[in-house]
């Protein structure tokens, strides 16, 4: 299995001792975030360490995903993450999705001096936002339902950019009303629709809205972050999230990423990567050969 050609549709990078770039949530004190403690991923992950972490995988290209960089100057960001691509043989990261803030007022700015880039594909903006959980929110509001965002978004049409969309299931239905809004955009839901509870309760409250999600031909799923909603996770508690996602949205619309280094805080790169591995070791070769590679290929334009 180790043979099989992977492209990691969702990892990060940062320099925590450059000048250039700046992570706020990196540079705190704050020891610990609702789904784990990072305090041990505070420190520089390079691309020579994310080439160490994979190297026992035939990574032939990778999708590198905003990393909360500073909101104020999400453009260094690009920069930084284009002049690694252009230095290093594989043009690892091969495609960028960056951050640009929809509530803002120039944000169409924002985006233009993104595609200056020429690996720039997408853009992300975690929404994730539990009014009842507030320690489970990463955005400031809800911003599925801001108006103001909501008229904003449109700027990213006509310009080749898909969607990243980080959102808890309790929000799937605000996205589909996006998605139907915008229905030229392609958006891709990050880290499996965020399944953040494991009881059987909830696992099905996930799968009715993943399905009813999957009814907009303009969504795609990224299976992905696991680690971050059951840290003890074993093949057998993903295994569920991963087969019921390709059954929801099809084999055609899914792909594995690693999420890595965030992901790191639960396992290792080996044992994520064997356990999509063992989890899918009854399918074709076709179909291996799509949530491995060929779908984030096809959905990044890489």
């Given amino acids: 299995m180790k043979k099989i050609a992977i492209v990691d549709s969702h990892h990060h990078l940062w320099d925590l001792n450059s000048n250039e770039t700046h992570y706020p949530w990196l540079s705190g004190n704050e020891e610990k975030a609702f789904f784990g403690n990072f305090k041990?991923?505070?420190?520089?992950?390079?691309?020579?360490?994310?080439?160490n972490d994979a190297k026992n995988f035939n990574l032939i290209k990778s999708i590198h995903v905003q990393a909360e960089h500073d909101e104020n100057n999400?453009?260094?960001?690009?920069?930084?993450?284009?002049?690694?691509?252009?230095?290093?043989?594989?043009?690892?990261?091969?495609?960028?999705?960056?951050?640009?803030?929809?509530?803002?007022?120039?944000?169409?700015?924002?985006?233009?001096?993104?595609?200056?880039?020429?690996?720039?594909?997408?853009?992300?903006q975690i929404l994730s936002f539990d009014r009842d959980r507030p320690q489970y929110s990463h955005a400031k509001k809800d911003y599925l339902k801001d108006e103001l965002w909501i008229k904003n978004f449109k700027h990213i049409t006509n310009k080749e950019l898909s969607f990243d969309i980080q959102i808890y299931p309790h929000q799937f239905d605000d996205a589909a009303r996006l998605a139907k809004r915008y229905s030229d955009v392609l958006f891709i839901l990050n880290h499996t629709g965020e399944p953040c509870f494991q009881t059987e309760e909830y696992k099905e409250y996930w799968m009715r809205k993943m399905k009813s999600l999957a009814e907009n031909d303009n969504f795609v799923c990224k299976i992905s972050g696991l680690g971050m909603f059951n840290a003890n996770w074993t093949v057998t508690s993903t295994k569920y999230f991963v087969l019921k996602t390709i059954e929801i949205f099809g084999i055609d619309r899914c792909m594995f990423g690693s999420n890595f280094p965030v992901d790191k805080i639960f396992n290792t790169f080996d044992n994520y990567w064997h356990s999509y591995f063992e989890i899918t070791k009854n399918f074709s070769q076709n179909e291996l050969n799509k949530v491995f590679s060929e779908n984030a290929e096809k959905f990044y334009r890489i």
């Fill in 40 to 51: 041990n991923i505070k420190k520089s992950y390079l691309l020579v360490d994310y080439l």
């Fill in 74 to 124: 999400p453009i260094e960001e690009t920069k930084w993450l284009q002049n690694i691509s252009d230095n290093n043989n594989l043009k690892i990261p091969n495609g960028i999705v960056a951050f640009a803030d929809f509530s803002k007022e120039k944000v169409s700015d924002i985006l233009d001096q993104h595609l200056d880039y020429k690996n720039v594909r997408g853009i992300r």
